[in-house]
T-cell receptor, first 114, second 117 residues
Framework: TQLLEQSPQFLSIQEGENLTVYCNSS?????LQWYRQEPGEGPVLLVT?????EVKKLKRLTFQFGDARKDSSLHITAAQPGDTGLYLC??????????????FGQGTILTVHP | SAVISQKPSRDICQRGTSLTIQCQVD?????MFWYRQQPGQSLTLIAT?????????ESGFVIDKFPISRPNLTFSTLTVSNMSPEDSSIYLC??????????????FGAGSRLTVL
């Protein structure tokens, strides 16, 4: 069974601060996604990383996939109250029986105070 | 990406009753997935709903408790049977319309929040 350990579970910061969320596993994943979820909504995809060492930027968000494809990080620069939400990492594998089956981390509840 | 409509959005149910959640997609998709999420926590895959065949259940989930229907390529239902307070969760329908790496890029419905008293 593949597991994803996500940390920290809770983050409460002031507007303008930087933060990093980590996602670690002992297993290799073909791809890793980061989702953001707001109350009353389903998770919404932020990014997918598929290559070891890959770095993707989405405005103030920087995502990195570890060289061995076992870990990932999400870094937010100058956090804003609109960044508040639940952040989830999810690992996936290629291949027929793995189609659509993601292993999710425990989630990080981020609160950014004005 | 696909647009998913789920209903009910929330419900309060009595112990021992059953509730059926509906999931409608605006495009045809081969496979649909049902996830469960404890409020504010992670998602766990319940089963994969295949059109024209029985659903495939993950470890810890059984058909008698969570029967699934998939009558066509745009619709699926999940029933939570004989509910207990431990079934209080958010149930999410999702699809992955593409093959290859896109197969792991899920689009989710807004979820159905069930509270069992």
């Amino acid at each position: 069974t593949q597991l994803l350990e996500q940390s920290p579970q809770f983050l409460s910061i002031q507007e303008g601060e930087n933060l990093t969320v980590y996602c670690n596993s002992s297993s290799v994943f073909s791809s890793l996604q980061w989702y953001r979820q707001e109350p009353g909504e389903g998770p919404v995809l932020l990014v997918t990383v598929v290559t070891g060492g890959e770095v993707k930027k989405l405005k103030r968000l920087t995502f990195q996939f570890g060289d061995a494809r076992k870990d990932s990080s999400l870094h937010i620069t100058a956090a804003q109250p609109g960044d508040t939400g639940l952040y989830l990492c999810a690992g996936g594998n290629a291949g027929g029986t793995s189609y659509g089956k993601l292993t999710f981390g425990q989630g990080t509840i981020l609160t950014v105070h004005p | 990406s696909a647009v998913i409509s789920q209903k009910p959005s929330r419900d309060i149910c009595q112990r021992g009753t059953s509730l059926t959640i509906q999931c409608q997609v605006d495009s045809q998709v081969t496979m649909m997935f049902w996830y469960r999420q404890q409020p504010g926590q992670s998602l766990t895959l319940i089963a994969t709903a295949n059109q024209g065949s029985e659903a495939t259940y993950e470890s810890g989930f059984v058909i008698d408790k969570f029967p699934i229907s998939r009558p066509n390529l745009t619709f699926s239902t999940l029933t939570v049977s004989n509910m207990s307070p431990e079934d209080s969760s958010i149930y999410l329908c999702s699809v992955a319309p593409l093959q290859g790496f896109g197969a792991n890029v899920l689009t989710f419905g807004a979820g159905s929040r069930l509270t069992v008293l």
